[in-house]
C-alpha cells in the first residue's frame, strides 16, 4: 500500500457548499417513491395478521372484492408462487403460516387509497393459533450462537483469560447494562410505487424509497425470478432511512405481487407509521454483561462484553454489539460472545451503526464506573489505556485520534472545572453533571461500484446508481468529480439514483461516500488519461472501484469523543440535556456543512436513544405496543438546546483516494453513555438500563 493513495488535490474538497437538492425539496418539486407522478395509480393496503404465531385457516375476502373500487384482493391463496422464498421475510402470501403479529397476509388493491383501506378492514381471517414466545431474557435455556455476526464478523473472540484477570486483578467491575428496542422513525415512510408493463423491455419499475438502487434489484429479481436487467429501480431522492431501507422490506415485494396482478396499471404503496413498527426491521434489545479489571494505575488487563440479544425466528438477524469492544482499548485478556434467542417477533435488522451504536453503551458507562472506583478521570483513564495497534488484528491503525478528540472536546468543553465527586453541582432544583464518552465507527469500503464520466453540452456528468437519503450524497459526489478531473464543481453534475446508471453499493455502513467517490476518481482519471484537458461532447469512460487501493494492511476506523452535560431535576428525576459535544476524527471531511448535519444528526439520534426511544415489547400480544409517534418518543427541537459537531484535521492516506472516513454513523456511538455517564455525575445514580428515564431515577435521587 504505497502512501501516496491520497490522490486528490482539494479544491472543491472541503468546501462547505449547500445542498444541490436543496431547493427541490424546499419547493416541494424533489419527487418521493409514493408521489412519482404515473397514469392512474391503484392504491395497496396491507392486511396484517393479528395473532402472533399459528396458521391462518380461512381469509373471507368476498366483502372486500364486492366493495365498488376494489380492484384485486391477494391471499396466501391466490398471489402468485414466488420463485425464490429463501429469505423468508420476503416470502409474503406464500403460506398459512403466521410468524409474528402484524406479518402481511393479505393486500387489497383499490382505485383510492381510502377504498383499499376499507376494503382491507373487510377481509376476514380466521386463525388456528399457537403459542407464542416473544420475551428476551438473559436467563433463557434456548439462547444459540449464530455463525456470524452482522455483517459477517466472528461471533465469538478471545484471548488470554479474563477469568484469571478478574480473579486477580485489584479492581474490577463486572455488571449487566441493558439497551432497548429500537425502531427507525425516518419521516418519509416506506413507500413504493411499481409498474408491471409484460410487453416491455425492463418489464417491472419499482420507484422505491432505498438506500440502494441496485442492490433492491438484486432482491426483488431473485425473489421474483426476473434477470436483474428485467427490473428497473429508481430512487433520486430518500427522506431517511439509518437502515431501515438499506435492504428491502416485506412491501417491495408486496407492491411488485400487486403490479403483477394488474399488468400495465402502476400502483402505489406506503406504509403508515404504525406498520413501519412491524415491517421495517427495528434494533434489537441488548443484555451486555461488561467485565473490566485494571491494576492500580487504571491499566486494563481485561475486558469483556457478552451480548444477549433477539432474533425473529424466520430470518436471522445478530447484531454484532461486541465488535467494538474488539477494538477500542488495550488489555492483555479479551473476550466478546453473542448469544440469540430467536423468537416470534418482526425481523430485526439495521439501524444506524448497528453493532457499535448499542455496544458502546455498556462498556462506556462500565470505564466512567471503573473510573470511579480508581479515582481516575474518566478521560484519563481512556488515554492510558490507548492501543498502539488493533488490539483485536494486530494490524497499525491507519489513523487513531481518538486521544487527540478527548483532549480536544475536554478543552472546548470546560471539562477541566471539573469536580468529580457525584452529585455535587446543584443550581436551585436542577443537579448538574457532566459526561464523556468515546465514540467509533470502522471505515469500510465495499468491493463494487462502477461510475461513468462524461462530457456532454460543455460539461462533465458522473453516473452512478448511488443513493442520497439526505446526507448529501447529491451533494459530495460533484465535489469529489470535480477534484478528479480537475475543473470547477460547477461544471459537475451527477445523476444518482437508478439503475440505469452504473452499480453502486448501498448507502449503508458509513460507506457511501466512500465506495462511490473511489469509483467517481477512478473513472475521472481514466477519463482524463484517455481524453486529455479538450474532451468532446460524448467523450465517455466507465471506472470501477478500484480494488488494487483497497487497504488491508491497516485497521481503519473514524473515532470521536462526546460530552454532555446533564440537569437532573431533583423533585421530579425531570433529565435535560442542554449541552453536547463532539469530536470527531473522520479523516478528510469532502463538504463542512454536510458533514456538521451527519454529526448533529448522529448526536440527536444518540440523545433519543439515551432519554427517550423505547420499543415496548408487550410479551403476552407479541407486538410493540407504543407503536406511533404519540407514544414513541423520539427527541425533538424542544429537548435539544445546545449540540455542537467539531472535528479534526485527520489526514489519512490509507483509507481511499479521498481521505474520506465515513461519518453517517459515527454521531450516534457513545453519546447514550456520555449522557448516562452526566446524569450519574448529576445524581450519584448510576442508570445501566435504556433509556434513562425519570422513573429510573426517582427512588436512587439524594
Ligand atoms: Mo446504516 S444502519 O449502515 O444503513
Redesign the pocket.
Known amino acids: 500500500m504505497p502512501d501516496d493513495t491520497n490522490l486528490l488535490e482539494p479544491h472543491a474538497i472541503g468546501q462547505p457548499l449547500a445542498r444541490r437538492d436543496g431547493e427541490r425539496k424546499v419547493r416541494g418539486t424533489a419527487t418521493y417513491a409514493y408521489e412519482t407522478p404515473v397514469d392512474h395509480p391503484a392504491f395497496v393496503q396491507i392486511v396484517q395478521a393479528t395473532v402472533a404465531r399459528g396458521r391462518v385457516t380461512g381469509t373471507g375476502t368476498s366483502a372486500a372484492e364486492a366493495l365498488d373500487g376494489v380492484l384485486a384482493v391477494l391471499t396466501a391463496g391466490n398471489a402468485e408462487r414466488l420463485a425464490s422464498t429463501d429469505d423468508r421475510e420476503l416470502a409474503v402470501l406464500q403460506s398459512a403460516e403466521v410468524a409474528f403479529r402484524g406479518q402481511p397476509i393479505a393486500l387489497v388493491v383499490a382505485e383510492t387509497s381510502e377504498t383499499a383501506r376499507q376494503g382491507a378492514e373487510l377481509v376476514r381471517v380466521s386463525y388456528a393459533e399457537e403459542p407464542h414466545d416473544s420475551e428476551l431474557r438473559a436467563n433463557r435455556d434456548d439462547l444459540y450462537k449464530p455463525e456470524k455476526v452482522n455483517p459477517s464478523y466472528e461471533t465469538d473472540t478471545a484471548e488470554g483469560d479474563v477469568t484469571a484477570a478478574m480473579a486477580s486483578a485489584p479492581v474490577t467491575l463486572d455488571r449487566t447494562y441493558t439497551t432497548a428496542m429500537y425502531h427507525n422513525n425516518p419521516l418519509e415512510p416506506h413507500a413504493t410505487t411499481a409498474l408491471w408493463d409484460p410487453d416491455a423491455d425492463v418489464p417491472l419499475t419499482l420507484w422505491d424509497s432505498t438506500?440502494g438502487v441496485h442492490p433492491a434489484r438484486a432482491a426483488v429479481a431473485e425473489v421474483f425470478g426476473l434477470d436483474e436487467e428485467q427490473v428497473r429501480v429508481v430512487c433520486p431522492f430518500v427522506g431517511g432511512?439509518?437502515?431501515s431501507k438499506?435492504t428491502p422490506h416485506a412491501h417491495v415485494v408486496l407492491a411488485a405481487l400487486a403490479a403483477r396482478a394488474l399488468p400495465g396499471r402502476p400502483v402505489k404503496l406506503a406504509l403508515t407509521r404504525q406498520q413501519m413498527f412491524f415491517l421495517a426491521g427495528y434494533r434489537t434489545p441488548t443484555i451486555q454483561q461488561v467485565q473490566l479489571a485494571a491494576d492500580d494505575s487504571g491499566r486494563l488487563t481485561a475486558i469483556a462484553i457478552d451480548v444477549v440479544e433477539q432474533t425473529s425466528k424466520i430470518k436471522e438477524f445478530a447484531e454484532q454489539t461486541g465488535v467494538a469492544t474488539r477494538m477500542m482499548y488495550a488489555a492483555p485478556s479479551r473476550r466478546t460472545t453473542h448469544r440469540l434467542a430467536a423468537l416470534d417477533v418482526p425481523v430485526p435488522s439495521?439501524?444506524?451503526?448497528?453493532g457499535e451504536a448499542p455496544g458502546m453503551f455498556g462498556p462506556e458507562v462500565a470505564l466512567d464506573e471503573l473510573a470511579g472506583q480508581l479515582g481516575i478521570d474518566p478521560i484519563e483513564l481512556r488515554i492510558r489505556n490507548e492501543p498502539p495497534a488493533d488490539p483485536d488484528t494486530g494490524k497499525p491503525w491507519s489513523s487513531r485520534h481518538l486521544v487527540e478528540c478527548l483532549r480536544e472536546g475536554a478543552r472546548r468543553f470546560g471539562w477541566h472545572d471539573r469536580d468529580p465527586r457525584p452529585s455535587v453541582r446543584r443550581e436551585g432544583s436542577w443537579l448538574i453533571g457532566t459526561g464523556v464518552a468515546s465514540s467509533v465507527y470502522p471505515t469500510m469500503r465495499m468491493a463494487q461500484s462502477a461510475a461513468t464520466v462524461r462530457y456532454e453540452d460543455g460539461r462533465y456528468v458522473a453516473e452512478i446508481g448511488a443513493a442520497d437519503l439526505g446526507t448529501g450524497a447529491w451533494t459530495v459526489l460533484p465535489q469529489i468529480a470535480a477534484d478528479a478531473l480537475g475543473v470547477p464543481v460547477g461544471d459537475v453534475d451527477v445523476r444518482i439514483g437508478d439503475t440505469r446508471y452504473p452499480m453502486a453499493s448501498v448507502?449503508?455502513?458509513?460507506s457511501g461516500t466512500n465506495t462511490w467517490g473511489s469509483a467517481i476518481v477512478v473513472a475521472a482519471h481514466a477519463f482524463r488519461d484517455k481524453f486529455g484537458g479538450a474532451p468532446v461532447p460524448g467523450d465517455e469512460v466507465t471506472g470501477d472501484v478500484d480494488q488494487a487501493a483497497k487497504n488491508d494492511a491497516h485497521a481503519s476506523y473514524a473515532f470521536g469523543a462526546q460530552f454532555a452535560e446533564a440537569r437532573v431535576h431533583a423533585d421530579t428525576g425531570e433529565i435535560r440535556v442542554p449541552r453536547l459535544l463532539g469530536v470527531f476524527a473522520a479523516g478528510r471531511i469532502i463538504n463542512p456543512r454536510t458533514a456538521r448535519s451527519q454529526f448533529v444528526g448522529g448526536m440527536t439520534m444518540g440523545l433519543s436513544m439515551a432519554l427517550h426511544e423505547t420499543s415496548v415489547m408487550d410479551p403476552r400480544l407479541g407486538q410493540v405496543v407504543n407503536h406511533d409517534l404519540a407514544e414513541y418518543h423520539i427527541t425533538a427541537n424542544a429537548d435539544v438546546t445546545s449540540i455542537e459537531a467539531h472535528w479534526l484535521d485527520e489526514d489519512d492516506p490509507y483509507v481511499n483516494a479521498m481521505g474520506s472516513k465515513g461519518i453517517g454513523?459515527i454521531g450516534i456511538v457513545g453519546t447514550a453513555a456520555a449522557v448516562a455517564n452526566a446524569v450519574h455525575h448529576a445524581t450519584g445514580a448510576r442508570i445501566r438500563d435504556l433509556p434513562v428515564t425519570l422513573d429510573k431515577l426517582l427512588a436512587a435521587l439524594p
Open positions: 438506500q432511512g439509518f437502515g438499506g439495521w439501524m444506524r451503526a448497528p448507502a449503508g455502513g458509513s454513523e
